[in-house]
Structures are given as C-alpha cells and as structure tokens.
C-alpha cells in the first residue's frame, strides 16, 4: 500500500481526499472509504514513516521514491515475499504460535467479534462484499457467542 492513500483512508491520519476509496483486496471498497485503525497503530505507522525518511536522507539522491509504507532500505518497493519471510522468521523467535502472515487477518475478525463487535462493522474493516461472506468465513466464532446472547436476550425481557 502507497502511504498516502493509508494517510486518506484512516482515522486519525492526516486526510487529503474523504471522497477517495479505498480498495481491498476483494475490490470492493469501504463504504465510506474509511479504514479505521486503532490509534496506537498510527503511531507506530508514523514513527515508521520518521525512520523511512531518516533512511532517505542517508540515502541521498540514490533513494528509489516508491511511496510504499514498506520498503526496501533504498526505498524500492519491498517484494510481498520479503514481507512474509521477514513475518515468519520474527514469529519463530517469539514465544508464540507459529502464524501466516495473512493468518493475522483472521485473527483480526476473531477478536472483533469474540469482543461483540457487529458483523456488519468486521465486514466492512475487512473490505468483504457482503455480510454474509463475513459470516460464512468466521461462523465458528458465533456460535460461542450464542449463550452471552441469550443472557442479554433474557436481561432485557425478564429484567
């Protein structure tokens, strides 16, 4: 992702355009064109961006101006493959599961929704066409979520 579209589609980031959408890897764009991430996540967002331009000023006119938030050490733009690799050797140091890349997604919608998030909200952080394409992936969380349901159903009918 180039960083200035990541400046104009999320919260708390300097925007330029709210009319311009953002496209996910489904196509479909959010329907407000507004990813919204966590304020934290910006901040590590822009101390990164301070480091990249440190590098491109040590760089010099040799530095590549890609405009990708990821990059190589010159600024060319970083092969998604070099991502996944570096991902899975900082995951095998960890004391952690061993995870995909693409596996933290997952991870991602599990947690909204075990945190009661509305489906309809993850589906639209995750840039799915539909509802229904949410629910058919992460059906596995709901059920789980059917008893808290049913004690919130009973709280407000029975008091």
Known sequence: MKLESLWRSCRAAPCKSVHERLESNSGSPTPSGVVRIPEGTVTALRRHR??????????????????????CED???????????????RVRVMDVPAIRFHDLRHTCATLLLQAEVHPKVVQEMLGHSSIAITLDIYSHVVPGMQDEAAKKLGAVVFG
């Open 50 to 71: 301070g480091a990249q331009l440190e590098e491109r000023l040590a760089w010099g006119p040799d530095w590549i101006d890609s405009g990708y938030v990821i990059t």
């Open 75 to 89: 600024g060319a733009p970083l092969h998604p493959h070099s991502l996944t690799d570096a991902f899975e050797r």
